[in-house]
């Protein structure tokens, strides 16, 4: 079957599914297959289930014209997908990083939406299934939409590119992140850098953290440059305060001059700037932006605000890298409060370099002075330090709740692999 052939079935049957759990009446089925599971094997149950059709590439043993039999699935959600973005003509905004790419995300719909029909990707449906599941749940009346681009290996980024099709860009940082995958920060930025390399040969637009002197030397030959930062851009604004939460003093580009957030950390000031300039760059009118990022509250795991039996909780859950961890703690550090505790997960595919970047953040957590600090799985197990170790996040969360903790400040930050948030749940 032709892709324009399943387009026309997708446009009958606009909902497609990759999980027998979750399916719905009408859906059709993707049976995708990985190291350790074949879907293969449920599509027969998928249609039994209700779904409208099961696209398969491996014969289930049943002639049922419903299954439709492809050479790669994978490939052809892929396909389907790059075929539907084609159907329109309104800006791709693609946002990848090594950190904040999530929250920006959030932040630039937010803002977007309260103007546009926009629609971004839910969750963090971000990789090689995530990114083309997103574009087909994009419908016909959109006016905007925002995808995330995650990757952990150089080529993903251009892959997801050839399908989604960006008309605008944003990198928000290229930090230590998936250093294994990557081969280094060289590799991290090459990596990054795709999203430029697709943009620049399609004549879109970025918008640019000019803070950042390595984003300017990736952006070189893109002539269609939208700046935000402290000192230099179409807008700049600067840190207020960050206790308990992050306020913004615009000095550049806006009517309004304060920006009173949700978010916890000086960190996410170039997160709410792109979203800023995003927004101005689209003619929403700023009275929309102001209220759109100050209503947005973080409810994702992500330098989130929780107050529970009389503490005070920064849960930042779903990511945890060298660049981030050392922003998170530094930012607590500065926290004014009496009893400050730190519990912290190891951080993942750093390669190599994993058992000297946990020694580092050792280090860095000697320098300030800390009512308890327990160190959770990972190379934190390999290093040397004289804090609470736990292997695992439910050993951490029995001795949370042995501790009967009143009146005390928390950060909880550890890699998603993690599930740190079961400390507090």
Same mark, same amino acid.
């Given at each position: 079957?032709?892709?324009?052939?399943?387009?026309?079935?997708?446009?009958?049957?606009?909902?497609?599914?990759?999980?027998?759990?979750?399916?719905?009446?009408?859906?059709?089925?993707?049976?995708?297959?990985?190291?350790?599971?074949?879907?293969?094997?449920?599509?027969?149950?998928?249609?039994?289930?209700?779904?409208?059709?099961?696209?398969?590439?491996?014969?289930?043993?049943?002639?049922?014209?419903?299954?439709?039999?492809?050479?790669?699935?994978?490939?052809?959600?892929?396909?389907?997908?790059?075929?539907?973005?084609?159907?329109?003509?309104?800006?791709?905004?693609?946002?990848?990083?090594?950190?904040?790419?999530?929250?920006?995300?959030?932040?630039?719909?937010?803002?977007?939406?309260?103007?546009?029909?926009?629609?971004?990707?839910?969750?963090?449906?971000?990789?090689?299934?995530?990114?083309?599941?997103?574009?087909?749940?994009?419908?016909?009346?959109?006016?905007?939409?925002?995808?995330?681009?995650?990757?952990?290996?150089?080529?993903?980024?251009?892959?997801?590119? @050839? +399908?989604?099709?960006? /008309? *605008?860009?944003?990198?928000?940082?290229?930090?230590? &992140?998936?250093? !294994?995958? $990557?081969?280094?920060?060289?590799?991290?930025?090459?990596?990054?850098?795709?999203?430029?390399?697709?943009?620049?040969?399609?004549?879109?637009?970025?918008?640019?953290?000019?803070?950042?002197?390595?984003?300017?030397?990736?952006?070189?030959?893109?002539?269609? @440059? +939208?700046?935000?930062? /402290? *000192?230099?851009?179409?807008?700049?604004?600067?840190? &207020?305060?960050? !206790?308990? $939460?992050?306020?913004?003093?615009?000095?550049?580009?806006?009517?309004?001059?304060?920006?009173?957030?949700?978010?916890?950390?000086?960190?996410?000031?170039?997160?709410?700037?792109?979203?800023?300039?995003?927004?101005?760059?689209?003619?929403?009118?700023?009275?929309?932006?102001?209220?759109?990022?100050?209503?947005?509250?973080?409810?994702?795991?992500?330098?989130?605000?929780?107050?529970?039996?009389?503490?005070?909780?920064?849960?930042?859950?779903?990511?945890?890298?060298?660049?981030?961890?050392?922003?998170?703690?530094?930012?607590?550090?500065?926290?004014?409060?009496?009893?400050?505790?730190?519990?912290?997960?190891?951080?993942?595919?750093?390669?190599?370099?994993?058992?000297?970047?946990?020694?580092?953040?050792?280090?860095?957590?000697?320098?300030?002075?800390?009512?308890?600090?327990?160190?959770?799985?990972?190379?934190?197990?390999?290093?040397?330090?004289?804090?609470?170790?736990?292997?695992?996040?439910?050993?951490?969360?029995?001795?949370?709740?042995?501790?009967?903790?009143?009146?005390?400040?928390?950060?909880?930050?550890?890699?998603?692999?993690?599930?740190?948030?079961?400390?507090?749940?």
């Amino acid at each position: 079957m032709t892709i324009e052939a399943l387009y026309q079935l997708y446009l009958q049957h606009p909902s497609i599914q990759t999980d027998t759990r979750k399916l719905k009446e009408g859906d059709i089925f993707f049976a995708l297959k990985g190291p350790n599971f074949n879907a293969n094997l449920f599509a027969v149950k998928a249609l039994e289930a209700g779904a409208a059709y099961a696209v398969i590439d491996e014969p289930v043993g049943m002639n049922d014209n419903r299954l439709i039999l492809v050479e790669d699935v994978l490939q052809t959600l892929q396909a389907l997908a790059g075929y539907h973005r084609q159907q329109f003509k309104i800006p791709f905004i693609a946002i990848t990083g090594s950190n904040g790419k999530t929250t920006t995300k959030e932040l630039v719909y937010t803002v977007l939406a309260s103007h546009f029909k926009t629609y971004t990707t839910q969750g963090n449906l971000n990789n090689h299934i995530g990114v083309p599941l997103t574009l087909l749940s994009i419908p016909a009346d959109a006016e905007m939409a925002v995808i995330e681009m995650g990757a952990n290996h150089q080529k993903e980024i251009e892959g997801y590119c @050839v +399908y989604t099709d960006p /008309t *605008h860009g944003i990198i928000t940082n290229c930090g230590k &992140a998936h250093l !294994e995958g $990557f081969g280094g920060i060289e590799g991290v930025r090459k990596g990054k850098g795709e999203l430029y390399d697709y943009i620049r040969a399609h004549n879109g637009t970025i918008f640019r953290f000019n803070d950042y002197e390595y984003l300017h030397s990736m952006s070189k030959g893109i002539e269609k @440059v +939208y700046g935000y930062g /402290t *000192h230099n851009g179409n807008i700049t604004g600067e840190v &207020a305060a960050s !206790e308990p $939460f992050l306020e913004v003093h615009m000095t550049k580009g806006t009517s309004f001059q304060e920006v009173s957030t949700q978010l916890v950390g000086a960190y996410n000031l170039p997160n709410v700037l792109c979203a800023i300039a995003v927004g101005k760059a689209f003619e929403v009118p700023d009275e929309k932006i102001k209220t759109a990022i100050e209503s947005y509250a973080p409810s994702n795991s992500r330098s989130q605000m929780v107050e529970k039996e009389g503490n005070h909780i920064i849960l930042d859950a779903y990511n945890a890298n060298p660049t981030s961890m050392r922003a998170a703690i530094e930012n607590f550090a500065r926290l004014t409060a009496q009893h400050k505790v730190l519990m912290l997960s190891g951080m993942m595919e750093l390669g190599e370099e994993s058992k000297n970047e946990h020694q580092q953040m050792v280090d860095l957590i000697n320098q300030y002075p800390w009512h308890k600090v327990v160190l959770v799985g990972g190379d934190f197990g390999k290093v040397n330090h004289n804090y609470i170790y736990f292997s695992n996040s439910t050993e951490a969360a029995n001795w949370y709740q042995q501790q009967k903790f009143s009146t005390t400040h928390l950060l909880i930050k550890g890699s998603r692999s993690m599930q740190m948030e079961k400390i507090i749940a």
